[in-house]
Structures are given as structure tokens and as C-alpha cells.
């Protein structure tokens, strides 16, 4: 199975820019799509953003778009989750993982392979 590895998160202040990486190792993931989803304390994990293989075809949650951009570059083996304008409310881990499917799932469930997640602090 792909092993996910996330970074770059950390403290930002509201208004600013942070950009997150998913790393994956075992095997490529240029075949699957990716998404980004997010488990504030206390509460369940929710839909960020997905994106096809190619990358032509994205989709957010309400609360992000506009904000957040999702990218990925295969011959890195490696997603991208590019947020700005970060509000306190944004302040989550943030974790990646493949979804079983092609099509841009909105559904945890529908995620195959998770990373350990990183820790996302948007302060006011």
C-alpha cells in the first residue's frame, strides 16, 4: 500500500498563507485521486478538496473555496493543498489519502490509504 507523509504545517496568523505537502512512498499515486480532509478537536474529520489523477478536475468544501487550491505533481508523488486568507476556524490537522475510485468523492469513506496527518494553528 502507498504510505502518505504530510508536512508543512504549523502557527499562521488569520490572513496568511500556509502550504501543505502530501509526500507518498511504496508506490506512485499519479493513477488515483487525492484529497485533503481535516479533524478539528472535538470534531469529525470533514471534506477539504479532491483532485483527479491529471489534475484537470478539482472540488472543495463551501467553507474553502476561493481560499484553498489543491495540486498535485506526479512525477513527484506528491499533492498540494495551497490555503490563504486562513481563518481561526481553518485551525485543524489536515491530512491526505487516496480514494478507492476515480471520480472527486467528497466521502471519507470513500479514501483508501491516510497520512498521519499535520497540524494546521491559524490564531487571531
Known amino acids: 500500500q502507498v504510505q502518505l507523509v504530510e508536512s508543512g504545517g504549523g502557527l499562521v496568523q488569520a490572513g496568511g498563507p500556509l502550504r501543505l505537502s502530501c509526500a507518498a512512498s511504496g508506490r506512485t499515486f499519479s493513477g488515483y485521486v487525492m484529497g485533503w480532509f481535516r479533524q478539528a478537536p472535538g470534531k469529525e474529520r470533514e471534506f477539504v478538496a479532491t483532485?483527479?489523477?491529471?489534475?484537470?478536475?478539482?472540488s472543495y468544501a463551501d467553507s474553502v473555496k476561493g481560499r484553498f487550491t489543491i495540486s498535485r505533481d506526479n512525477a513527484k508523488n506528491t499533492v498540494y493543498l495551497q490555503m490563504n486568507n486562513l481563518k481561526p476556524e481553518d485551525t485543524a490537522v489536515y491530512y491526505c489519502?487516496?480514494?478507492?475510485?476515480?471520480?472527486?468523492?467528497?466521502?471519507?469513506?470513500?479514501?483508501?490509504?491516510w497520512g498521519q496527518g499535520t497540524q494546521v494553528t491559524v490564531s487571531s
Open positions: 483532485i483527479t489523477w491529471s489534475g484537470s478536475s478539482t
Open positions: 489519502a487516496r480514494a478507492y475510485g476515480s471520480s472527486l468523492y467528497r466521502d471519507s469513506g470513500m479514501y483508501r490509504d
